[in-house]
């Protein structure tokens, strides 16, 4: 390595460690990224009415909080199937249907769309409704952390039809966030989150 690069290494280390002590002491570092962002976000929105903006901002928090949802679900399902099946735990624990699907959805997502998101993991391709198929038929994996399939298929269901009215962005009412939020905690409190 040479000489110029290991200085400037050290002052970047060096730098690092002080700006530590500076956000500890209380003195602030650089952009604030969430002011930022929120500078952002106003600026964008901005033509549209203010009640459009109001009722997006309210519907954006179900939706992240459906988002990691899923995408625990999703992580719990590859995890548990790994554990069972290793590196075959997509041939071995999905549903022959389930994987077609999600195998055309991918060809499709990479041979026909102009977005360049992750196309990598096949499981990302699966429909939400799918996710309690894959666990119902692997029950035996899932069973110590899931009460019934009863209580997973219902809940399932449920907040598949929640994330599919959000996701054509309609608006929920304050009675349906607390129920999609109260089947989110089970779940989590089920789980061990």
Aim: aromatic share 12%; proline share 3%; net charge negative.
């Amino acid at each position: 390595m040479s000489k110029n690069i290991r200085e400037w290494m050290f002052r970047a280390l060096m730098f690092e460690a002080e700006a530590e002590r500076f956000k500890s002491a209380g003195i602030r570092i650089g952009a604030d990224q969430e002011k930022v962002e929120k500078s952002l976000l106003e600026e964008i929105l901005s033509p549209f009415p203010v009640g459009t903006r109001n009722e997006a901002l309210r519907m954006a928090r179900i939706y992240t909080l459906l988002n990691c949802f899923e995408n625990s679900v999703r992580e719990l399902i590859k995890e548990r199937l790994k554990e069972k099946y290793d590196s075959d735990w997509w041939e071995k624990g999905v549903p022959k249907s389930v994987q077609n699907f999600a195998q055309k959805r991918q060809e499709t997502a990479m041979q026909n769309s102009w977005l360049e998101g992750d196309n990598t993991e096949i499981i990302e391709f699966v429909e939400f409704g799918h996710l309690s198929d894959i666990i119902v038929n692997n029950w035996v994996n899932f069973s110590d952390l899931i009460p019934s399939q009863h209580w997973i298929k219902q809940r399932m269901d449920e907040l598949e039809k929640a994330r599919n009215y959000i996701a054509h962005n309609r608006l929920l009412l304050p009675s349906e966030f607390k129920r999609i939020e109260q089947y989110i905690r089970d779940w989590n409190k089920q789980i061990g989150f």
